[in-house]
């Protein structure tokens, strides 16, 4: 079993839809990272946290330390959120457990 | 801010070819990570640096790999000798300190003929 489980592997959205990725973890963690990586390869850190919830736009993470469990959600979802998002968790020493990835695709 | 800078961006090499891929992590950054990502096995942590000095190498697939911090603007990673099963996109990120948000470079995309 995966240190880090995503789900879906595969989600397809109509344009304007709400969109959540959950990610499971077994590891202890210090906090989770939610990335971003769009088809030309590059990677971006979307959100790091520990606790609670994180808002940047039309992006949300939350985190259930407690449940051990995380969610990104993206509302009024659009083309350009066509990418795919990796939940990373930050082991104690700073190493990062990937997830296999969730690749997104929204249709305008 | 320039960001995390990796090269080269692409490299195709003969197996048994020595290959050096190199990194300047983001200017104040203490800590360093090389990536290794691969369709069958996604991303995986091979090493990572903290002020300079490699904290985890566990990641480190075999004695052919090695990375090296001579000071806190420059990384590299050498495989020698390579073998085409190395071919992957190698990805450099830097953090301000251990345990903050991490920023990545482009990637060098190595392919081992």
């Known amino acids: 079993k995966n240190e880090v489980e995503q789900s879906p592997q595969n989600l397809t959205a109509q344009e304007g839809e709400f969109i959540t990725i959950n990610c499971s973890y077994s590891?202890?963690?210090?906090?989770l990272h939610w990335l971003q990586q769009h088809p030309g390869g590059g990677i971006v850190s979307l959100f790091m946290?520990?606790?609670g919830k994180k808002k940047h736009g039309r992006l949300i993470a939350t985190i259930n330390i407690q449940e051990k469990h995380s969610s990104l959600h993206i509302t009024a979802s659009h083309p350009r959120d066509s990418a795919v998002y990796i939940c990373?968790?930050?082991?104690?020493?700073?190493?990062?457990?990937f997830g296999a990835g969730t690749i997104l695709r929204v249709k305008s | 801010d320039a960001g995390v800078i990796q090269s080269p961006r692409h490299e195709v090499t003969e197996m048994g070819q020595e290959v050096t891929l190199r990194c300047k992590p983001i200017?104040?950054?203490?800590?360093l990570f090389w990536y290794r990502q691969t369709m069958m096995r996604g991303l995986e942590l091979l090493i990572y640096?903290?002020?300079?000095?490699?904290?985890?190498d566990s990641g480190m697939p075999e004695d052919r790999f090695s990375a090296k911090m001579p000071n806190a603007s420059f990384s590299t990673l050498k495989i020698q000798p390579s073998e085409p099963r190395d071919s992957a996109v190698y990805f450099c990120?830097?953090?301000?300190?251990?345990?903050?948000?991490?920023?990545f470079g482009d990637g060098t995309r190595l392919s081992i003929l």
């Open positions: 990120a830097s953090s301000e300190q251990a345990y903050q948000p991490q920023h």
């Open positions: 590891v202890g963690i210090s906090a």
């Open positions: 946290l520990s606790s």
């Open positions: 990373a968790a930050v082991e104690y020493g700073n190493k990062l457990v």
């Open positions: 200017s104040g950054h203490n800590s």
């Open positions: 640096f903290n002020n300079n000095v490699p904290i985890d």
